[in-house]
């Protein structure tokens, strides 16, 4: 008897519901295939949510998505909620999430293949095969801490947020980013700022520790954020496995997403509770919603993302090769067209990589 998944969709907003739909388009037909069955839950969340609800993130959506096997997440936000603040942004609905489903900790790959290599706003040789994975803390840090605060007025008016670690924060996060380096080239670069915070102190010292511990056979540098932002500019081929906190991984991953030339091509995961969360890296763009102009891969390799680790890892690696296939035959959406690409619409990249996935399982 075939296994069946339960996924929440939170489609969200702008291209959200698009990208949505292509990726559902090349997942149902690798589960047809592969043998595996998809109950899926559609609600809604950010904009779309509090427009319906007057809350980013009800607390209905949040106990479906506990119910769950997997959440996919498309984008959310955009300028009709700029004017909102504090708890009503869309955007806080996310922090909300991630942590009623402890996704403490979160994964984002970055890969640039030849065929993509020129279009890097570095030189092409720079990036050219480039694979690095970042692990971001991601319930925790100066996002999350207290004690937050504003007093006086005028001159004298002061405004304060809380960096604040525990040795358990560190450790858990640690321990995810030093199994991922065993699956991969078995290094890990840990960034803090020790040299100035005390918490960053707290970090390394913790880090170093769990990594003689139980890590040893991993090899173990580390970097202060001012001179990892530098390295991933002037080499970034030499990381492997980045670890990090909030604030330093929310900058750095973003800095490592435009080394392929468009945030259209990455996937993340947010993981650590039961359920994770499965969302592309790029934002809701409203410009072009309903347009067809989206980029539905970094949605489709989420999936793939999602299917690793739901321990269907020959679907999961039938998708990225579906990706790959397209890509390197020349096809593109509009963020990454070049001269002698063939532009496709959404749904087209999506009709194309359902093709080539089902052609590579």
Same mark, same amino acid.
């Given at each position: 008897m075939s296994k069946t998944y339960k996924i929440t969709l939170l489609p969200g907003d702008g291209i959200g519901?698009?990208?949505?739909?292509?990726?559902?388009?090349?997942?149902?037909?690798?589960?047809?295939?592969?043998?595996?069955?998809?109950?899926?839950?559609?609600?809604?969340?950010?904009?779309?949510?509090?427009?319906?609800?007057?809350?980013?993130?009800?607390?209905?959506?949040?106990?479906?998505?506990?119910?769950?096997?997997?959440?996919? %997440?498309?984008? $959310?936000?955009? !300028?009709?909620?700029?004017?909102?603040?504090?708890? =009503? #942004? @869309? +955007?806080?609905?996310?922090?909300?999430?991630?942590?009623?489903?402890?996704?403490?900790?979160? %994964?984002?790959? $970055?890969?640039? !293949?030849?065929?993509?290599?020129?279009?890097?706003? =570095? #030189? @092409? +040789?720079?990036?050219?095969?480039?694979?690095?994975?970042?692990?971001?803390?991601?319930?925790?840090?100066?996002?999350?801490?207290? !004690?937050?605060?504003?007093?006086?007025?005028?001159?004298? #008016?002061?405004?304060?947020?809380?960096?604040?670690?525990?040795?358990?924060?560190?450790?858990?996060?640690?321990?995810?980013?030093?199994?991922?380096?065993?699956?991969?080239?078995?290094?890990?670069?840990?960034?803090?700022?020790?040299?100035?915070?005390?918490?960053?102190?707290?970090?390394?010292?913790?880090?170093?520790?769990?990594?003689?511990?139980?890590?040893?056979?991993?090899?173990?540098?580390?970097?202060y954020i001012d001179n990892a932002a530098m390295q991933m500019v002037i080499n970034p081929r030499q990381f492997d496995v980045i670890l990090t906190g909030n604030i330093f991984g929310d900058i750095l991953s973003d800095t490592s997403a435009t080394l392929g030339g468009s945030l259209g091509l990455l996937p993340s995961a947010s993981v650590g509770g039961p359920v994770g969360i499965f969302e592309p890296v790029h934002g809701s763009a409203p410009d072009i919603a309903g347009q067809g102009k989206a980029n539905t891969f970094a949605m489709i390799l989420s999936v793939a993302m999602m299917l690793d680790t739901l321990d269907e890892a020959d679907a999961a690696n039938a998708i990225r090769t579906g990706v790959e296939k397209v890509l390197d035959e020349g096809y593109r959406s509009g963020d990454l067209w070049r001269e002698g690409n063939t532009l496709a619409s959404t749904t087209e990249l999506g009709d194309l990589v359902r093709d080539a996935a089902l052609a590579a399982l």
């Amino acid at each position: 008897m075939s296994k069946t998944y339960k996924i929440t969709l939170l489609p969200g907003d702008g291209i959200g519901p698009e990208v949505i739909k292509e990726s559902l388009k090349v997942l149902d037909a690798i589960a047809e295939k592969s043998g595996f069955a998809l109950e899926y839950t559609e609600r809604n969340a950010g904009g779309a949510a509090i427009d319906a609800h007057n809350d980013p993130m009800p607390d209905s959506v949040v106990e479906t998505c506990k119910a769950s096997d997997a959440v996919l %997440l498309g984008a $959310v936000g955009g !300028p009709k909620w700029d004017h909102l603040t504090g708890a =009503l #942004r @869309p +955007e806080s609905g996310l922090l909300k999430i991630r942590k009623e489903l402890g996704a403490f900790a979160n %994964l984002r790959p $970055v890969m640039v !293949p030849e065929s993509l290599a020129a279009n890097s706003p =570095l #030189r @092409p +040789e720079t990036v050219a095969g480039l694979d690095l994975f970042t692990v971001r803390e991601l319930t925790g840090g100066i996002y999350f801490g207290q !004690p937050v605060g504003e007093e006086g007025e005028g001159d004298d #008016r002061k405004v304060w947020n809380t960096m604040v670690y525990s040795v358990g924060e560190i450790k858990r996060v640690a321990r995810v980013a030093f199994e991922w380096a065993r699956k991969r080239r078995n290094k890990v670069t840990s960034v803090d700022k020790a040299n100035v915070l005390a918490v960053s102190r707290l970090w390394r010292d913790t880090v170093i520790a769990l990594h003689q511990e139980e890590f040893s056979d991993v090899e173990l540098n580390h970097l202060y954020i001012d001179n990892a932002a530098m390295q991933m500019v002037i080499n970034p081929r030499q990381f492997d496995v980045i670890l990090t906190g909030n604030i330093f991984g929310d900058i750095l991953s973003d800095t490592s997403a435009t080394l392929g030339g468009s945030l259209g091509l990455l996937p993340s995961a947010s993981v650590g509770g039961p359920v994770g969360i499965f969302e592309p890296v790029h934002g809701s763009a409203p410009d072009i919603a309903g347009q067809g102009k989206a980029n539905t891969f970094a949605m489709i390799l989420s999936v793939a993302m999602m299917l690793d680790t739901l321990d269907e890892a020959d679907a999961a690696n039938a998708i990225r090769t579906g990706v790959e296939k397209v890509l390197d035959e020349g096809y593109r959406s509009g963020d990454l067209w070049r001269e002698g690409n063939t532009l496709a619409s959404t749904t087209e990249l999506g009709d194309l990589v359902r093709d080539a996935a089902l052609a590579a399982l």
